[in-house]
């Protein structure tokens, strides 16, 4: 509840208070009643300081629509670019952030230290990325990696496969998450070997995964784990390790700003490899490239391991189904719908999912779009893909013969949220996100059967003292 103020500064003020308590959505809220009351400059530095706690709440899209309403009404407001950049930036799309960068950095006569730094790493991350095409292989897959060639040293205590991968167990990952809880490293000779075989199931399966579950089994389907591995190793805590009678399906971005990526995916591909029907992956907007150089995966298995082993690791991104169906009535999706009427399962199953996230089209609507309120199609609150209301997602869930979304993609606070008449579910798995957003994780269990969604919820727990994107580039995360 916004108080009965009418000072615009003093709403102001008290959205301040709020953005340093971290509290971004209300400190959203003051600001746009700020903004509602203020005229002139005031209103626009309220317009700044709102574009700034959407880069927070990764509302990218939101941030560049106010850094475009205050450039109408003063294209000499230095921070407005600066927002606009660092959300381009945010958004992986470098060369829309050099240019608002350059516009700053003119306006500052190349005197802010902070401006020239961000247009340095802009010129080295598009060098990187056109050095990277020049040498992409056709099918977009990684150079091999020999295993034969990878010498494992008498010292290591870890997990093994001394002779076949079926050797991954159970008990094998039970040992590996005991391992890594440790912080302790999986030797790259058997990460290399769980990789490529995860990579050979996964490429294996549908675009859209059509599985049947098992009358009266209960089917836990999390959503985002973001590197924040001791949250994951909670969740087993709580609902027991997969298994044939507790099958899991994580939903995507299970790497990225929290600094135990490589443990959260090699733990999850392990009891894949394990196990197929146990252990059920789908895509999320982190799992590509973009994403990874800039909020950590990149940084984080090149020091705990090299660039083949990264590069295997995006091949295998690459192979991951892009959505499931449950018992034909459930559809679990990262992100959500698409910008077009008329979307069928068969035509998706027709796409060519072997890639890169693509900027715009089905796959990336499945990977970056979120539900809103009002009815119909709006531009997206990120920059990428769009925002749809309770009618499209009725609409697609009738035509498809299907009762239910369920899509990840977004915190909540309680860990989950249910709208458009109950159609639509958010389910986050990553409690305290990046350790400042104090909201609850949660999971959903399905029952064979009935089909009908039960809710989990839990908190976070402590992990050692590693900050969030520990190995993420220094692309002004926190700007």
């Known amino acids: 509840m916004i108080p009965n103020q009418h000072d615009p500064e003093k709403l102001k003020e008290l959205g301040n208070e709020q953005f340093k ?11 746009t009643s700020a903004i509602e009351k203020a005229n002139g400059n005031q209103r626009l530095v309220c317009l700044s300081n709102r574009a700034f706690a959407h880069i927070k709440m990764e509302n990218y899209g939101l941030a560049i629509i106010d850094a475009d309403e205050i450039l109408k009404e003063d294209s000499g407001f230095i921070k407005a670019y600066y927002r606009k950049g660092s959300a381009y930036l945010l958004l992986g799309k470098f060369d829309d952030a050099r240019k608002e960068f350059k516009r700053a950095d003119q306006l500052t006569q190349g005197k802010d230290a902070d401006i020239q730094a961000k247009l340095k790493q802009i010129k080295q991350a598009i060098y990187e990325r056109e050095f990277a095409k020049s040498i992409e292989r056709p099918d977009e897959s990684s150079e091999p990696i020999d295993i034969k060639d990878i010498f494992v040293e008498q010292g290591y205590d870890g997990p093994r496969i001394d002779n076949d991968i079926s050797e991954v167990t159970p008990e094998w990952c039970e040992k590996l998450m005991n391992h890594y809880k440790d912080q302790k490293k999986l030797h790259k000779k058997y990460a290399v070997m769980i990789l490529q075989k995860v990579g050979e199931i996964l490429k294996s399966q ?11 089994l209960e089917f836990t389907v999390c959503g985002d784990t973001h590197g924040q591995f001791f949250d994951l190793l909670n969740i087993f805590k709580i609902n027991g390790n997969p298994s044939v009678q507790r099958p899991y399906l994580f939903n995507g971005d299970f790497v990225d700003r929290g600094s135990w990526s490589v443990e959260v995916i090699m733990t999850l591909f392990a009891w894949k490899v394990c196990n197929p029907d146990i252990m059920h992956l789908t895509r999320g907007n982190h799992e590509s490239r973009n994403m990874n150089k800039m909020y950590g ?11 083949k082993v990264y590069e295997l690791f995006q091949t295998v991104f690459n192979y991951l189904p892009l959505a499931y169906t ?3 009535q459930v559809m679990v999706v990262h992100g959500g719908l698409f910008s077009n009427d008329g979307v069928t399962i068969s035509e998706l199953q027709k796409l060519n999912r072997f890639r ?10 499945m990977l970056w779009s979120d539900p809103i309120k009002q009815n119909g199609r709006h531009p997206s609150k990120r920059g990428i893909s769009i925002s749809f209301g309770p009618d499209i997602a009725h609409k697609f869930l009738n035509e498809n013969g299907l009762s239910l979304l369920v899509r990840s993609h977004e915190m909540k606070d309680q860990g989950y949220e249910v709208e458009a008449d109950g159609r639509v579910i958010t389910i986050f798995s990553a409690p305290n996100y990046c350790d400042q ?3 609850k994780g949660a999971f959903i269990i399905f029952r064979g059967g009935e089909m009908k969604p039960k809710f989990v919820q839990f908190d ?3 992990h050692p003292k590693l900050p969030p994107m520990a190995y993420a580039r220094n692309y002004g995360m926190f700007m």
Request: glycine share 6%; charged share 35%; hydrophobic share 35%.
């Open 297 to 307: 995966f990149e940084g984080e298995v090149k020091h705990k391991y090299d660039d």
């Open 460 to 462: 976070a727990v402590e």
């Open 21 to 31: 308590l971290s509290n971004f959505q209300k400190a959203i809220e003051f600001y």
């Open 206 to 216: 549908q675009n859209v995964v059509e599985y049947d579950v098992p009358k009266d």
């Open 356 to 365: 890169d996230i693509p900027e715009g089209g089905p796959m990336a609507d």
């Open 326 to 328: 449950l018992s034909k």
């Open 437 to 439: 957003m104090k909201n």
